[in-house]
């Protein structure tokens, strides 16, 4: 893949604690094409946060880049200092982080917090800075958005306050912006307001957009593309019809079997098929796959070695579908899984 | 199937329901305003049921869980609980129904005393209601420790120690130790991760099979509460504004906001989520402290008509078991 506009390449990132080394992403790499959306989805502490850390270079001690590289157009983000990653963020990947409440500075007014990074970035005067938000925030549907302007976070709602977020992302017109759980801490109702905005800026704007969910709903309508992690790797990945219809990793299964279907006729007869046990402790990952403690269909081979991607040939789709599960291994057993559907259904 | 009223004796009754909570308009000044947070609520549970109870946050679903087992003092209304208007009982009168009706809370986290060990939690109920003492007491501990999945050897140790799934397992053993009748879950699935919901809600569903259990399931997750209860009631800004068999509401519902509700719930299937057509409210819920005149939901509703800004929709049953407070139904 050339020319991707971000390529994550074998990152490892871990946390230097005292009980010793936490592997919060190990080995993971993927590719972003710009106007592209692509989900990542996991449980918590699957390592989803720290990889959207890393690329924005806003690890705290003890975290690390152990290893890897990130290219953004080319330019290696990993080998950036301080100041010129400062010029990066913000300006050509815009955050948004998912707890609306506590992300903003209370005792701010919106268009102190909104000026800062378009007099930082763009180099625009004042004045040109306040009319430039005030145009952001109607871009983001705030009504009344010139006085809105000049009000604290504690005037806004919710939902709102996640619109003021995507603003002040947007403000610089990056190329990526990352949504970390954007909407888990909003209402269903805003929710959906607010995935109708992320879908028309990532339509009018071109942004490519990477969203952290634990939400396989919310990826349905917005991404094209999914990888989903477990416990810092990444088990599977693929294009969005892949993954809901052809998924082939037990752990997808699992996450799909675990959320109840409101259109599902059958919904009350269908009991949940839960994931049994916990995720594992990073500090002593298990030897082989990862998932292989909690995986009903674990050969031995699985908690000796860790499986290797294996590529799946079956739809015509330009986009690789891989999984990382012994069970795609010539020689496994058969496993049928009923979460396997055709996409016609 | 819907005639409940002929098969099945309501277990607890729930009439005109009102709690309101006074606010101070300002810091230390003396203007008072009243928000009410459940106004004039009436529905019924029946033995052995669940009733679903949905809403955005701020509606006044988890003030309803509370007032019925009186952790909040109603303002008026009667909670009728095998034909005992509870609300009037006094502490001494209302301890065997305390032990008959419990609550799982929805943060396992704050919900468990950090400093005492899982059995001296899973005790203090026993002791409170004089079921068991001593080494009854402890046996009782183990029984209940098993009855929800973890071992008895966990008895000893600290809420600390456990995940979050298993200290929701705590929390619905302590609500089990009483033999209650009826238990509010109050959203207890909504801290914990997608895999671990699962678990928690099989074994609520198995414990209902085994002990005849009856649920108001609280939770702002429509399809959840779609998948545990036979019943959904659909609260809005203080007031119930649908309530019909799970089946029905998700398949027609009526009331404007249920649809937009329903609509706004996204579902994991790339192909339907494309095909589906979204109706996006509008704007935030209002206020409930002054609540705007008429209907509730009219500052977000597509169909108002000018008659729900002036008096407010009462419940009527449109088909048997399907209620909706609605002039446009």
Known sequence: MMNSLLDVRNLRTSFYTYAGEVKAVDDVGFQLQSGEALAVVGESGCGKSVTALSIMGLLQEPGKIAAG???????????????????????????IFQDPMTSLNPVLSIKQQMIESLMLH??????????????????????????????YPHQFSGGM????????????????????????ALDVTIQAQILELMKSLKETLGTAIILITHDLGVVAGLCQKVLVMYAG?????????????????????????????????????????????????LLVPPPGCRFAPRCKYAMRICEEEAPPDFEITSTNECEQHLAACWLLDPRAPKVEHSMERSASL | MNDYGKDFQPLIEVKHLQKSFTIAKRAFAGAKSCLKAVDDVSF???????????????????????????????NGGEVIFRGQNILGLSEQKMLPYRRRMQMIFQDPYSSLNPRMTVA?????????????????????VHELLQLVGLSKEQASRFPHE??????????????LAGEPEFIICDEPISALDVSIQAQIINLLEKLQEEMNLTYLFIAHDISMVRHTSKRIAVMYLGKLVELADSGELAASPLHPYTKALLSAIPVADPILEASRHRIVLE???????????????????????????ETEPEPREIAPGHTVACFAV
């Open chain 2, 162 to 175: 456990f995940s979050g799934g298993q200290r929701q397992r705590i929390g619905i053993a302590r609500a």
């Open chain 1, 161 to 184: 306050r996640q619109r003021v977020m995507i603003a002040m992302a947007m403000a610089c017109e990056p190329k990526i912006l990352i949504a970390d759980e954007p909407t888990t």
């Open chain 2, 44 to 74: 019924a549970i029946y033995q052995g049921e669940t009733l679903g109870l949905v809403g955005e946050s701020g509606c006044g679903k988890t003030t309803i869980g509370r007032t019925l087992i009186r952790l909040y003092e109603a």
């Open chain 1, 122 to 151: 763009r180099k625009l005067s004042k004045q040109q800075a306040i009319s430039r938000g005030i145009e952001l925030l109607k871009m983001v549907g705030i009504p009344a958005a010139g006085d809105r302007f000049y009000q």
């Open chain 2, 120 to 140: 001296e939690i899973l005790k203090e109920p026993l002791a409170i209601h004089g079921i068991a003492s001593g080494k009854a007491a402890l046996n009782r």
């Open chain 2, 283 to 309: 704007g935030d819920v209002p206020s409930p402290v002054d609540p705007p005149p008429g209907c509730r939901f009219k500052t977000r509703c597509r169909i108002a008509k000018p008659c729900c800004a």
């Open chain 1, 69 to 95: 590289h990130i290219y953004l157009n080319g330019r290696d983000l990993t080998r950036l200092s301080a100041k010129e990653m400062c010029a990066v963020r913000g300006n050509e990947i815009g955050m």
């Open chain 1, 233 to 281: 790797k990444i088990v599977e990945r693929g294009s969005i019809k892949a993954l809901y219809y052809q998924p082939k990793h037990p752990y997808t299964w699992g996450l799909l079997g675990a959320i109840p279907r409101l259109d599902a006729v059958d919904n009350q007869k269908r009991k949940l098929t839960p994931i049994w046990g916990k995720p594992p402790d």
